[in-house]
């Protein structure tokens, strides 16, 4: 690998300067990525190889981050189930028969990810090639309780209600599902990693949904039987938004980092972790509208709190899809730049 700086932090090794990656950064804000979308549709995108792989170098040639992210979404995993996800274009995803009930659980099924998913082992392959050792390569997916949010919600929330009222009065079913798409996950990412993702992440962008007392039943074991299953196989990194509150179960967890949201300091990120784990993160997504200038400052001294080492820059979420191009490159640059 030309560019090991991610791979390092992730090892928690000495470094010139953090490596820097944005979630979400491969689509949404760059104008080469809305030419793709206007021709087509967005799980056409996901299945067909060039069109992924494209996509996926499309932020590195630009702007030459250190990591790229597959192009993809965490909505393969429920639609390879046997679950109906639509993406509605200006709405998001959209699942026409939610599961509600017990009778809706045992329809789900595991499938053979080998066979249901092969049209990502194969964008994996296609992008390997075209990123030639340049940079490491990123697989992910969504943590067992943010597929549940959307296949029972049945669309995006800002609550996920349905979603809540159904592991509350139906936990038995609820943990059934969760245990579905926890085996699914499992054998996706280890599919993954076979056909060539240097490291996994694991969004829980709903994890801060639930209570302390909720999180660790309903999210963070699932979470963990992850990490546990890929730990010899490669990097995982962890990263839940509002979680903060489960920070020092997920430090000491088998994962080779943890993403940090913007809400949480990083010395207090540092404080929960207890100091010797490498956390990825943590500007605000909306702190890019900022002028450039401004933000290099902000990236400055977010790498001075954080240290420049066991540390990876990034966003904490996912860019918006209105940030100006000057922004973003400024973002990168200034972790180039530092001294
Ligand atoms: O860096 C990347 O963009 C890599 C690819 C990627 C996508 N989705 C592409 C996408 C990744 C890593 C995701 C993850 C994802 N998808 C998450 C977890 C991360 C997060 O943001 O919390 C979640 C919750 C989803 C579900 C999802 N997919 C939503 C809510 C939406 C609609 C709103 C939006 O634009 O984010 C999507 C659609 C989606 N996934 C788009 C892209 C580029 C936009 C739609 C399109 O291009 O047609």
Sequence with gaps: MKNDLYIRALKGEIVERPPVWMMRQA????????????KYDFFTRCQTPELASEITVQPI???????????????????????????????GPYLPKPIRSQKDVDNVIVPDVSVALDYVMQ??????????DEVPLIGFAGSPWTILCYCV????????????????????????LLQKI????????????????DAVQI????????????????????????????????????????????????????????????????????????GN????????????????????KMVTQMINEFGKDKYIVNLG???LPNIPLDNAKAFIDAVKEYK
Excluded at 78 to 86: L, Y
Excluded at 187 to 195: D, P, R, S
Excluded at 279 to 294: E, I, K, Y
């Design 27 to 38: 689509g949404r804000y760059l104008p080469e990525f809305q030419e793709i979308k206007a």
């Design 182 to 197: 926890t085996d699914t996950t499992i054998a996706y990412l280890k599919a993954k990693v076979k056909a060539g993702v």
């Design 153 to 176: 919600q049945g669309q995006g929330s800002k609550n996920f209600d349905i979603a809540k009222e159904f592991c509350f009065t139906n936990p038995f079913a609820a943990h059934q």
């Design 203 to 274: 969004f829980d962008s709903w994890g801060g949904m639930l209570s302390p007392t909720d999180y660790q039943e309903f999210s963070w074991q699932y979470i963990n039987q992850i990490i546990e299953a890929l730990k010899d196989e490669t990097y995982v990194v962890a990263f839940g938004k509002g979680c903060w509150f489960a920070l020092p179960e997920m430090a000491r967890s088998n994962a080779s980092a943890i993403g940090i949201d913007w809400t949480c300091s990083a010395r207090n990120a540092r404080y929960l972790t207890g």
């Design 61 to 91: 040639r630009r702007y030459g981050m250190d990591a790229a992210i597959l192009f993809s979404d965490i909505l393969v995993i429920p639609q390879a189930m046997n679950i109906e996800v639509q993406m509605k274009p200006n709405f």
């Design 317 to 319: 979420h996912g860019i």
């Design 123 to 132: 964008a994996i392959k296609a992008t390997k090639e075209l990123l030639n």
């Design 277 to 296: 784990v490498t956390l990825q993160g943590n500007f605000d997504p909306a702190r890019l509208f900022s002028p450039p200038a401004d933000i290099k």
